[in-house]
């Protein structure tokens, strides 16, 4: 593992635990270089998926992308980042058990939506402004109502 500090490319391994959910391993490590210490994280990884983008693109499935998409919105909202990781950590296993070696970012993005929906609903506002493209506040106030109603049925 490189450092991240002075990029050499031998860390020791001085403490490894399972992460609080248990779906990842807690790996504390001091580069044999410089000496600092940090932490990595290591997860089980069922297959290789490939996201279509909308444009036809096509890139290899990063979990930091979604990682990044949950918190920012979910930014201010003070829920625990164990509930985000796990967010995360259930809409990836979703992703690599479908069978598919391939899919769109527009599924991605829905299994997000339905992940937050029942999470935060501001989280779940915030993300669909960004995944339906929202152009005008109308749009927002729509969608807010929506999503009011139905928590009141």
């Known amino acids: 593992m490189r450092c991240p500090f002075c990029s050499h490319e031998d860390s020791q391994v001085k403490d490894s635990r399972p992460s609080e959910d248990g779906a990842a391993i807690r790996r504390r490590r001091q580069c044999e270089a410089c000496g600092a210490r940090f932490t990595t994280f290591e997860r089980v990884q069922l297959r290789e998926v490939t996201i279509v983008k909308s444009d036809g693109r096509r890139e290899p499935f990063e979990r930091g992308k979604l990682e990044r998409s949950i918190a920012i919105a979910c930014r201010k909202r003070g829920l625990p980042p164990e509930k985000l990781d796990?967010?995360?950590?259930g809409i990836q296993r979703q992703i690599e058990t479908l069978g598919e070696?391939?899919?769109?970012?527009?599924r991605i993005g829905a299994l997000v939506m339905e992940g937050l929906r029942g999470l935060d609903s501001v989280a779940y506002i915030?993300?669909?402004?960004?995944?339906?493209?929202?152009?005008?506040?109308?749009?927002?106030?729509?969608?807010?109502?929506?999503?009011?109603?139905?928590?009141?049925?």
Not at 86 to 89: F, N, V
Not at 127 to 153: I, L
Request: glycine share 8%; proline share 0%; hydrophobic share 35%.
């Open 101 to 106: 070696n391939e899919i769109t970012s527009t």
């Open 86 to 89: 796990r967010l995360a950590t």
């Open 126 to 153: 915030r993300f669909a402004s960004v995944y339906k493209d929202f152009a005008e506040a109308k749009d927002f106030e729509d969608f807010a109502g929506q999503v009011s109603e139905a928590g009141r049925g």
